[in-house]
């Protein structure tokens, strides 16, 4: 394959690219129901759906398949969009909504192979490729959709990937920092001086500032990657909103969904900061024994669902008291 060849491909005329004025073009968007709109069951009782605030959600890839040799997705790909509606927008930006409008809009994805291939250059321009995406759809929300609204970025995995450059370059020491409520960037290394002007938030009702952890069994030493950094990263403790130390015992945690989406696990695990990343116990829910993996990637938010719930709705009191 010649440098770059992918790119060129899918910037040729046949490549459908997104037109974010059509809502099929977003995953979720408050002028339609999507998988977002779903309610866990044990929260029914007390759910009071608002429109405080917005959330421009980025979601995880689901374009994972080893023998699939393309380096992006595309847009219209009726079975990755499928997945990303009912893993990502159902099981993690749910989370985010019950007070907020939700917005998720629909990117050609990098492969997830971009992470780890030695094709560093071919790498490179497919995440650019995915990036030129999320930053025309936040575009297209802040002329269309946002009029000064307040908000709050949510993403991750390769939502994160991407959201730390957008807030680089569009919100970061710029006027719209005083609308950006709190950016969740989840799953990925963010350096915890990586913004001029952005602060890792420092308790739960914090605003104009960000959070971010990787989740990991406690007492696992990855020196593949995280052994390899040379940087402090931000890392929030998701039971406390501090970045000490200290472990948050597991009675603190009120609410993981895991395997069933309609099925509550309290307690399910408990956290604690460690160097670089997010150290939990084994999570209990049923079926947890045979769990043997030590890298938590894909529960980062699941782990902590209803203690996000909470934190999203603290943070816009919060933000609504001193504006």
């Given at each position: 394959m010649k440098k770059n060849s992918h790119f060129t491909e899918l910037a040729s005329p046949t490549e459908i690219a997104p037109d974010y004025?059509?809502?099929?073009?977003?995953a979720a968007h408050p002028?339609?129901?999507?998988?977002?709109?779903?309610v866990p069951k044990p929260f029914r009782n007390k759910y009071h759906k608002d429109s405080i605030a917005d959330v421009f959600f980025l979601y995880p890839t689901s374009l994972t398949a080893r023998k699939d040799s393309r380096w992006n997705a595309p847009i219209n790909d009726e079975k990755i969009n499928h997945k990303t509606d009912y893993?990502?927008?159902?099981?993690?930006?749910?989370?985010?909504?019950?007070?907020?409008?939700?917005?998720a809009p629909r990117y050609r994805q990098a492969h997830i192979k971009s992470y780890f291939t030695k094709s560093r250059d071919s790498a490179a321009a497919a995440f650019d490729f995915a990036y030129q995406d999320v930053k025309t759809a936040f575009i297209y929300y802040l002329e269309h959709y946002n009029h000064g609204r307040p908000f709050i970025i949510a993403a991750h995995s390769q939502g994160t990937?991407?959201?730390?450059?957008l807030i680089k370059e569009m919100i970061d020491g710029k006027p719209l920092q005083k609308q950006m409520i709190c950016a969740y960037l989840v799953g990925m290394p963010v350096p915890d001086t990586y913004y001029q002007a952005i602060p890792v938030?420092?308790?739960?009702?914090?605003?104009?500032?960000?959070?971010?952890w990787r989740t990991f069994k406690t007492g696992y030493v990855d020196t593949a990657f995280v052994g390899r950094e040379i940087f402090k990263a931000a890392v929030t403790n998701p039971l406390s909103w501090r970045s000490d130390s200290l472990i948050v015992i597991r009675k603190n945690n009120t609410g993981a969904i895991l395997r069933k989406f309609n099925v509550l696990v309290p307690s399910a695990v408990d956290a604690q900061v460690h160097g670089n990343i997010l150290w939990t116990s084994k999570p209990r829910f049923f079926g947890s024994i045979f769990l043997t993996t030590q890298n938590y990637h894909i529960a980062d938010i699941n782990f902590f669902y209803s203690n996000i719930a909470e934190n999203v709705k603290n943070r816009i009191n919060s933000y609504l008291k001193n504006h």
């Open positions: 004025s059509k809502l099929e073009d977003w002028w339609k129901w999507d998988p977002s709109d779903s893993t990502s927008i159902l099981y993690q930006a749910s989370a985010f909504a019950e007070k907020c409008r939700l917005f990937t991407h959201a730390t450059r938030c420092g308790s739960d009702i914090a605003t104009h500032c960000f959070v971010s």
